[in-house]
Each structure stands twice: as structure tokens, then as C-alpha cells.
């Protein structure tokens, strides 16, 4: 039997677990896509809620992503949306949280969106900053 930590994770969470087999178990919106599907997930793939409500696990309201840079992304698109924006166009700064157009960032290859986190405004101000500080140090 898992230990109550785990268990009162996954229904805080919302992803419940089924017995699936014998001593196995299974997360239940993995199970609606699997069935969904008509097979087992592929190896990597991820299943996205679209309300992002995890206790709903209706059909229509899980996406199969192929992998967690997928499903990433879908996170990040989502909270432009949310923030009124245009994900195609726009992205949230992390430092000043204002949507700005794509332009206003740095690129950056390692991240979900190819894109920094901070705008470049908030940037520079950092970069000020720790200039100043390190000329006081002096």
C-alpha cells in the first residue's frame, strides 16, 4: 500500500489513481487517454488538461502531448491568454509581469518558447543594479 503523503498528493492534485491490475496502479486521466486513443501512451508523452482542472478527466478535456516541452508550452499559452494577450505575438515578462510583444525579449534556445523569461527592460535595470552595487563595494 503507497505511503498517505503520496496519496494525499495526488488528491490534492486531483490525479486519482485506479487499480488498474493486480497491485497496479493507474493514474485515471492517463487512462481516459489511453482509452481515448486506442492504445498505451507513447514513451515521454504527456496528458494536458484543457481547463487545466485536474479532477476533470473527461475525454474532451485531455490533450495527449508528445512530450513535456509540449505541454510546457500549452502552460505558457495558456497564461497569455488568460492575461488578455496574444500568444502568438505576446509573452509575460517574469520580473514586471506585463505582456509584451516577442521583440521586447531576448532569445534564449534552452527555454520552451525560445524566448528569455524577463523582458529586455527588466534586464538591463538588473544588470544596473548590480553594477551600482558593485561600485559601491569598492
Known sequence: CPNRAYLSFLKKHGLFRTRYRERQHRRV???VAEKAL???LPLGAHVHHVDENTH???PANLVICQDSRYHALLHVRRRVLKAGGDPDRQCICADCKQLKLFADFPRNRQ???????????CIAGRMNRLYHARRQER
Open 56 to 58: 476533470n478527466n473527461a
Open 29 to 31: 486521466h492517463i487512462l
Open 38 to 40: 486506442g492504445h498505451k
Open 111 to 121: 527555454r520552451v518558447s525560445g524566448l528569455a523569461n524577463q523582458c529586455r527592460r
